[in-house]
DNA sequence: TACAACACGTGAAGC
DNA sequence: TGCTTCACGTGTTGT
């Protein structure tokens, strides 16, 4: 073989494979569209552009439709979170509000008992939402007797405290799962077909 | 111009054409692609493969999101549906609970009141509640006094009325709407940026 | 004939 | 260098 017909071979060859990488990555991307079309309801025969339009749409739909119904009901959301509130309990006494929203964790209420617990702050009601991996906690807290946070008409140790608390439950939130079990049974998830 | 010339003119304008007809094609799906990675978080810098994975996973997880809540709270369905069950009430008189989802429409409770009275039938108590333009009851009928279905021990005359409630409001979910205004104030939908 | 949608192979760019 | 991803223009098919 001459030095050409070997760089001719290798050409060949070189080309061969690139157009069937490139097959194969169409491959990959039109099968991800099937799958797609499958997952969205009456969504057979359209052009490739026209699914997607709609997969946008359904994305949007089913966003809002999530975040409607979690105005409504405390579930968990994907994203973590973290908002407190002031609120007072029947007595006048001033009572905050801690909505955090995370991934589950085995440590996780740990964490929140001995935070709140080395705040010296009482927690009067919890109520705890897993959903999937993702675990809601909305905490109502007050201080202590003669705490100063029992304190009522003062407005600055009412924020001080506010954000004592978003600081202390903030690095709780940002703490990364470590893989270990969570703390909370999970609903169990509807099987994706 | 010889016709040899008309015709490569022509088959050059045809090419032309159809390369940018090609060339828009691609810049719908690509500017729909774009959005999809918009819509998705933490989906920067992924190749179209696997960006269509990550939506496929992504549809599937909010999809199980919802149907999740859904066995909470009694929310409205993207699909119609109806079901009927028999339970029994504080004194053991038979109680049909009636769950129906469907579009919302201006005349559907007069539907449902003037259905439920020809057939001589109470509402006990009806949950009712939107989302978006869907709507879901629950309705718990019973029969008036002396009514048949309020005798008790007669599985085959539960059996009877649970078909009859069943034919009579699957006609009301299958009507249609006509595009009058709803009957119940809708939930504000989150904008969808 | 013309238009729309698709799969294909190829050149270019990034790693 | 080879491998991957993309945009491009073209051939083909169905309406």
């Known amino acids: 073989m001459t030095g050409q017909q070997i760089a001719d071979a290798k050409a060949i060859a070189a080309s061969k494979s690139h157009s069937e ?24 025969k359209t052009d490739k552009a026209s699914l997607l339009a709609e997969v946008i749409e359904h994305v949007k739909e089913l966003k809002s439709q999530t975040s409607i119904i979690a105005e ?19 007595e006048g006494r001033i009572v905050i509000r801690a909505s955090l929203c995370c991934e589950d964790r085995s440590d996780l209420l740990q964490d929140l008992i001995k935070t709140l617990k080395r705040l010296r702050l009482r927690t009067l009601k ?68």
Chains 1, 2 share one sequence.
């Open 21 to 44: 990488a490139e097959r194969r990555r169409r491959e990959r991307i039109n099968n991800h569209l099937t799958k797609l079309r499958s997952l969205l309801p009456n969504t057979t």
């Open 72 to 90: 409504k009901v405390p579930v968990p959301s994907e994203i973590d979170e973290l908002t407190i509130d002031n609120t007072s309990d029947d």
């Open 126 to 193: 919890a109520e705890i939402t897993t959903l999937g991996r993702r675990v809601r906690n909305v905490l109502f807290v007050t201080g202590e007797d003669h705490h100063s946070i029992s304190i009522h008409d003062n407005q600055q140790m009412v924020n001080h405290w506010r954000n004592v608390i978003e600081e202390a439950l903030k690095t709780i939130v940002e703490k990364t799962n470590n893989g270990d079990d969570y703390s909370f049974a999970s609903i169990k998830r509807q099987k994706n077909k």
